[in-house]
């Protein structure tokens, strides 16, 4: 489904991701932990290309682009490989002028050219789906993080995205906010929708991920499914990063 490689992502001289490959196979949830300043939500950024790579390849379904200093990228090329990604962002980005309803319907009608009654309906199941059937009418400002956070998610699923890529999703809420997200967030990858995570919630980690991916240093140090790598990995680096967050 996706498949990045070789990837290198520098800022002026600063190299941020030194060589990173990862496959995030269909339908299944890849979380990505690892200390702050690792390179995380700068690899999230590559998939979608709201962070051009240095160099290296990204692929996502029959799409795939190679980028080097000289190779020409051309914008419709980035255009279409971001529309097959979905993004929840830590802050959740709502238009605060429209309702609940014409937040998650304005990009299948702007973008995707939906009937807007076809995009109502939709946009009402998707609302019933993460719990705020009740809320459509109501502006973001009326609503908890929590609650934003899960019209976000329910926007990104509208795009009919074949990924959705969540960045520390839940890092802005009030503590007693995060389960609410967290369990729409679970109930969205048992749907067997394809999800690229990065989050500090190593419940959440344990919980829904079918592969933990744990980078330090702009490398992916190690990867496994969640039992490996928080019960049975023997890296000295994966190790002190678990132990010091627990
Ligand atoms: P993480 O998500 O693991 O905390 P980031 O990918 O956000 O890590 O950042 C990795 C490094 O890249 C940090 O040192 C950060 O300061 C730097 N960085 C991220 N984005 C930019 C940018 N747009 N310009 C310059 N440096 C950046």
Redesign the pocket.
Known sequence: MITMQGLHKK??D?E?LKGVDLKVSKGSTVVII??????????LRCINLLEIPTEGVVEIGNQSIRFSPDAKVTKTDILSMRRKTGMVFQGYNLFPHKTVLQNVMEGPVTVLKKPSAQAAAEAKELLAKVGLADKADQFPHQLSGGQQQRVGIARALAMEPEVILFDEPTSALDPELVGEVLKVMKEVASEGITMVV?THEMRFARDAADKVVF?DQGIIVEEGPPEYIFEQSQNPRTRTFLNRIS
């Open positions: 800022f002026g600063l941020v690892g200390p702050s300043g690792s390179g995380k939500t700068t690899l990065v980078m």
